[in-house]
């Protein structure tokens, strides 16, 4: 039995972003990699590398899928996307993909992990003032009273959560570290979730209100 066939459809820029050297190396090492260096990767070029695969890897940039793309590739089995949704790119072949058993995977719950960190550590930096003491330092008035006392400390405040998705639960899950109450609207988010998750489900107005 040969080696699985799989296309990597992402421009080279977002190869070098989204594979290791050493990951690609282990890819290659495991199947027939399809892949060329290219600035971007056009439908016609990622009709012609998904020929016969059994595979293929996507992400930004990867053109919109067609039904050609899965006439030409009679074999595949599935499509790795190494970004967020893939509602975008497969949204016009979706009941063709489910009718043919592809696998589809995407890298959601990894990205959603570092949006919720980054967004911690906005909230952390907007409350403790660093913004405003980085200007204050610069003109050398880093003791200035009045920013002082403009500080929010992560204890004992209420903070309001827009949508319990990977990104949202995993911001909750950082926010337990700290002594606060958390509000979340989400209107597919049920009351057994909203309490497993150990936040108050309230409405939009309610939250935003607070």
Known sequence: MGKPRIAVLLSKEMRRNCISE????????????????EDAITEEIAIKWMENVDGCLTGWGTPVFSDTFLKVAPKLKVIAHSAGSVKL???KI?????????VVTNAAVSLGKAVAEFTLGMMLMTMKRVWWFRDLTREGKWREETERKKVIEPYGITVGIIGASN?????????KQFDVKIMAYDPYLSEEEASALGVSK??????MSC
């Open 22 to 37: 050493e990951d690609f190396q282990r890819l290659s090492n495991f199947a027939e990699v399809v892949y060329e260096s």
């Open 89 to 91: 790119m497969l949204g």
């Open 94 to 102: 979706i009941e063709q993909i489910k009718e043919r058993n592809i």
């Open 167 to 175: 990104v949202g639960r995993h911001l909750i899950k950082l926010l």
């Open 202 to 207: 309230v409405s939009l107005e309610n939250l």
